[in-house]
């Protein structure tokens, strides 16, 4: 059985950014017969569908779906597939109420989505011209897998509250695979999502969070263009969602004093505030107010051939390998945090802890909201959201690469500015001790 790949995007969509592409002559096909087009089915099946984690059994594995028609299956476990027996069959493929992607003859085939995330899709099948079978994606009542493609504490606390949202809405039933650090703080705020150790192709629908920053649109929304919550629950059909903070502890404060928790590291070093001695100051700062300061971080060293960062001298060193609940409860009591765009962030957002952050190199919607963001907009900044920028996590600074205003935008932030931050965030909560 060979396999078709259908675009619901326009397919020049994706090619356009390609340098093979540019000998293709467009105009010279109409629609369905350029789809069929072997370099354009080849091209879609290594370019782009071939970018998906686990795209080989994605492609291969049985379709889950019966029909209750011999040979004919359907199911939506690695985006739109379809198995149409031989014979004479006509197959349409659209979203509900909207527009038609497909309208053609297939014979002895597997159908293929390139779009890996949410569409409504409509699905019509015609043998000898008298239909046969139709469907409409529904999740009501239906066995639906998030299946996480990071190991990322940011990214999948970013939407594990749209998945949620997606239980509650649909009123379906939704698996979720999280790497297993983080299912116990998972289960105890979301216990009514199943969680899962391994992915499989028998669910109804699968979608798979993954955060890809391209030209080609491979998300429903340009990871760079949109915020990580957006992009991630657009993934699986949760737009516009605004989760509540939902967390209750589960243990004691560590301490009966007043303390704040800091974390300094981030997943690479450039993400780190690189101001000489800024941690210091601000340290220091927080100590003189009368707070006990906790440095949280993983590891009390962290650095590659670049930067070294390292837990602040005057900081009490609760660094370590703490689970998931720990920290959670550590962040719950804390009065505040001052950290980076990292894990640690999300997780003290997470259980409604106040976050001063300080990162200059994304826009201020780019992760969750804080009103006490520290970022210098008189220097480089925002270089992650830049249309042109897909070389950051490979640890480039792709304007001013090797030149002494490398990494300006966290190098340039200032102790002031983050210690005014957090002055605003005390004044506003009250929370002088």
Request: net charge negative; with cysteine; aromatic share 12%.
């Amino acid at each position: 059985m060979k396999t078709y790949f259908f675009c619901a995007r326009d397919v020049r969509d994706y090619l356009q950014n390609f340098p093979q592409a540019k000998t293709l002559k467009f105009d010279e096909f109409n629609p369905p017969a350029f789809m069929h087009i072997e370099r354009i089915q080849n091209f879609l099946r290594k370019e782009i569908v071939g970018c998906h984690p686990n795209c080989d059994e994605g492609l291969n594995a049985p379709i889950a779906g019966d029909t209750g028609i011999d040979g004919l299956r359907i199911d939506f476990n690695f985006g739109l597939r379809l198995d149409v027996p031989k014979g004479n069959f006509r197959v349409k493929i659209g979203e509900v109420g909207g527009q038609t992607f497909v309208d053609e003859k297939f014979s002895d085939v597997r159908i293929v989505s390139v779009e890996k995330y949410f569409i409504r899709w409509q699905v019509e099948v015609f043998r000898d011209d008298e239909k046969i079978f139709a469907h409409a994606l529904d999740f009501e009542g239906q066995d639906v897998l998030i299946n996480s493609q990071t190991k990322a504490l940011g990214d999948n606390l970013s939407f594990l509250p749209a998945v949620d949202e997606l239980r509650r809405r649909h009123r379906c039933n939704v698996s979720l695979r999280l790497p297993k650090y983080l299912r116990e703080f998972a289960a105890h705020v979301y216990p009514e999502i199943n969680l899962v150790d391994a992915a499989d192709y028998e669910h109804y629908a699968t979608y798979s969070p993954n955060f890809i920053r391209s030209n080609v649109p491979i998300n429903p929304i340009d990871a760079r263009d949109g915020s990580i919550p957006e992009v991630f629950g657009a993934i699986f059909g949760i737009e516009h969602f605004t989760p509540e903070k939902i967390f209750k502890p589960t243990a004691p404060p560590v301490t009966d004093k007043p303390y704040v928790c800091i974390g300094v590291q981030a997943s690479i070093p450039e993400k780190s505030w690189l101001y000489p001695n800024g941690w210091d100051i601000v340290v220091d700062y927080l100590k003189s107010l009368g707070y006990r300061v906790f440095c949280i971080d993983k590891e009390k060293n962290l650095r590659d051939e670049k930067f070294s960062v390292s837990k602040p001298e005057g900081a009490e060193d609760f660094t370590g390998d703490f689970s998931i609940m720990e920290r959670a409860n550590m962040l719950y009591h804390a009065k505040f945090f001052v950290g980076l765009s990292s894990g640690l962030a999300w997780l003290a957002d997470a259980v409604n802890c106040p976050v001063v952050m300080i990162c200059g190199f994304s826009q201020d919607w780019s992760e969750f909201h804080t009103p006490w963001r520290v970022v210098n907009r008189l220097v480089c900044n925002a270089c992650i959201n830049n249309l042109r920028n897909s070389d950051f996590w490979n640890k480039i600074c792709i304007l001013h690469n090797g030149t002494p205003r490398e990494f300006e935008c966290q190098k340039k932030i200032s102790p002031r500015q983050v210690v005014d931050a957090i002055e605003r965030l005390i004044i506003e909560k009250n929370l002088l001790p």
